[in-house]
């Protein structure tokens, strides 16, 4: 186990850093800098920032820099963003990005899990197909037209929820809604297969041959096996949260990381691109790794390599 | 006489003897007709109602979006004076005046945007770059992944690992960000090789689209290449592998003409299901506007731009967002039903 454990995350380093390093390389690739679109800059102060921050060094040597930065965790100063320093705005506009994520994720999984082993149980009958319905529209809508819609019928035209800001627990509802959509439908689907391929096992014939409820069989010995393929789900939800935010906060305005991600391209502030890029790429291996680790813990039947 | 009754002779005459006739030879046979691996598949594709329906969906939305603009009067990108920010079916005053005059007028069936471009147009050609992105981007895939999986399953051992881990960190890689960022930097080299006269093509695709091919063909043919390496790891082992090894048959010829036809089941569901994945990442990128260069549309790109102009032009919202569900809807489906009917053992 500890074997597995410290491959993995030896693993882990190795991806973030091939992130780093494209990630490096593809802002570099990008030509006119990052100060040329300022109007009336002289040549020396041009030069002056360049020195600044470290742009007239060769590139390897910008490249040692960088990733030596990043292993004592500084993403250095935003360019754009004046006096900011990279970490600090990932400090302050993560959080925000986080507890939307948070909830929509577990929005997802409260209502996914038993909406999709009611249909498994259910296996046939109306329940089922009204649940496998909803599963199929919701995996097709893309994010965006969730949120215009909702934003259209419910905020404007309703005017039962805010449309932009964070500020109440109603200003949460739309957004959330956007975000869990795809993934509650996803979990609702794989739970609901997952579980009617439990119910065919013997153990559930067993218990249930030993007396047992439907209740005690389905929630004691069912779920735990069936909730397994919603575990490895849980690495490709946190990505799906993480991609759909940048949809989401840029609608709902909301002012989160995501945003900001999609406004430094815009204004192509190199250093926050980068710091963002690699945040957000280590947050999603490093719960890729934790994933992993859960999924060979829980599931003795798994082989450790 | 005593009759032998044991003796047959007696009861024979010569009808008994006349050649049998095609029919009655017909009406014996029990072994009904041999069905091919296709038959089989559209048969059993054929009895699903909800594909067959998503199938017809798609052919329509096909027809309209490659057919219908080359007969249609306007075009997405002729700015018609005048008749700016029409509701659907209304005319601009210059239109009414011709149509007072006695001449007939196409309708706007979906008015036109901000800019008097016709909007059924633009959906419509909107919609063909969606399923041109869709469809494109994933014949890349199913070539690269495929070949790779192949090779990795084949040839094993030590060059199937290294293969693997490299899967396995691309796959860990974040791929909307790695777009974001390639779509980003693409752009200038792109841009001065567009400059060049054998690359004019590029102006008009868009820089952004060519960034988006090329990180599809980096980075999103992992999961078909895992999903061809297990079904060829398998497939290897089968006694026409050996047979074909045994009389001489090179490697590319086994796994091309062997392995990959025997996976032709999961590589013609996970292709169908790739289109509706490949398009709703175009749309995502293209409601950021990293997507098609204008005046090019992309249903993505044209519910961005509605989206200002929501309270007052619903439609020019709603048209594009319905139809792109619509599509992915379909091909969620169909590639649902194709599981079903070509790849039973892939059924949860």
Redesign the interface.
């Given at each position: 186990m500890i074997k597995y454990i410290s491959k993995r995350i030896v693993?882990?380093i190795?991806?973030i850093f091939?992130?780093a390093t494209?990630?490096f390389f593809?802002?570099n690739?990008?030509?006119?800098g990052p100060f040329l679109s300022e109007k009336a800059i002289s040549p020396t102060a041009q030069a002056a920032l360049e020195a600044k921050y470290g742009l007239d060094k060769p590139l390897f040597n910008q490249y040692l820099t960088y990733i030596t930065d990043i292993m004592h965790g500084d993403f250095g100063d935003s360019l754009k963003q004046r006096g900011r320093s990279v970490n600090s705005i990932i400090a302050t506009k993560f959080p925000v990005s986080a507890k939307v994520g948070g909830i929509a994720i577990l929005i997802s999984l409260l209502i996914g899990i038993p909406l999709g082993s009611i249909a498994a149980i259910n296996r046939g009958k109306p329940v089922d197909s009204a649940i496998s319905v909803i599963a199929?529209?919701g995996?097709?809508?893309?994010?965006?037209?969730i949120c215009?819609?909702l934003?259209?019928f419910v905020g404007?035209h309703l005017k039962l929820l805010p449309t932009f800001g964070l500020t109440s627990w109603k200003h949460y509802i739309m957004p959330v809604i956007s975000l869990s959509l795809y993934p509650t439908s996803y979990i609702m689907r794989l739970m609901r297969?997952?579980m009617?391929?439990v119910l065919g096992q013997d153990y559930i014939r067993t218990a249930k041959s030993k007396g047992l409820s439907k209740f005690v069989s389905v929630f004691k010995h069912a779920l735990r096996n069936a909730i397994l393929p919603v575990i490895t789900y849980m690495g490709p939800m946190t990505?799906y949260t993480?991609?759909g935010s940048?949809?989401v906060e840029?609608?709902f305005t909301i002012p989160g990381l995501g945003g900001d991600?999609?406004g430094a391209?815009g204004s192509r502030d190199y250093t926050l691109?980068m710091g963002t890029?690699i945040f957000?790429?280590a947050l999603?291996?490093i719960m890729?790794m934790f994933v992993d680790i859960i999924y060979k813990f829980v599931d003795p039947r798994i082989k450790l390599k | 006489m005593n009759k032998n009754l044991q003796s047959l002779e007696n009861n024979w005459n010569q009808d008994d003897f006349i050649p049998a006739t095609n029919e009655e030879k017909e009406s014996l046979v029990i072994m009904r007709e041999s069905v091919g691996f296709w038959r089989d598949g559209f048969r059993r594709l054929r009895k699903n109602k909800v594909a067959m329906i998503s199938l017809i969906v798609i052919i329509l939305i096909m027809i309209i979006s490659f057919i219908v603009p080359a007969f249609y009067p306007y075009s997405y990108k002729t700015q018609l004076r005048g008749s700016e920010n029409l509701k659907p079916m209304t005319y601009s005053e210059d239109e009414q005046a011709s149509i007072d005059s006695g001449e007939s007028v196409f309708p706007h069936i979906l008015g036109t945007d901000k800019l008097g471009r016709d909007y059924a147009i633009r959906i419509m050609m909107g919609s063909r770059i969606s399923l041109l992105v869709g469809l494109i981007a994933t014949a890349i895939i199913l070539v690269i992944g495929s070949t790779y999986g192949a090779i990795a399953g084949y040839f094993g051992g030590r060059i199937d690992m290294i293969l693997m881990r490299i899967v396995?960190?691309i796959y860990?890689?974040?791929d909307?960000?790695?777009i974001?960022?390639?779509s980003?930097?693409?752009?200038?080299?792109l841009n001065n090789l567009a400059k060049l006269p054998a690359f004019m093509w590029i102006q008009t695709v868009g820089v952004n689209l060519i960034s988006i091919f090329i990180v599809f063909a980096l980075l999103y043919w992992v999961s078909m290449a895992r999903m061809v390496r297990s079904q060829v790891l398998m497939l290897k082992e089968s006694e026409y592998v050996t047979a074909a090894r045994a009389l001489g048959a090179s490697s590319a010829r086994i796994i091309k003409k062997h392995l990959l036809t025997n996976c032709i089941g999961t590589l013609i569901v996970t292709t169908t299901l790739q289109i509706?994945s490949s398009i709703?990442t175009e749309?995502?990128l293209s409601?950021?506007g990293?997507g098609v260069a204008v005046p090019l549309p992309s249903l993505?790109s044209l519910?961005?731009e509605a989206?200002n102009g929501?309270?007052t032009y619903?439609y020019l919202?709603?048209a594009p967002?319905i139809l792109?569900?619509?599509i992915?809807?379909s091909f969620?489906?169909l590639g649902d039903g194709l599981r079903d009917a070509f790849d039973p053992k892939l059924k949860?």
């Open positions: 693993f882990s190795i991806t091939v992130v494209i990630t593809l802002m690739m990008v030509p006119g199929t529209g995996i097709a809508i893309p994010s965006f037209v215009t819609v934003m259209y404007v297969s997952s009617l391929d990505v993480i991609t940048f949809i840029k609608i991600f999609i391209i691109i890029t957000l790429a999603i291996v890729n | 396995d960190v860990t890689v974040p909307i960000l790695l974001v960022l390639l980003f930097a693409l752009k200038s080299p509706p709703f749309s995502f409601f950021l990293l993505g519910a961005s989206i929501m309270n619903p919202l709603f967002s792109i569900s619509l992915i809807l969620n489906l949860n």
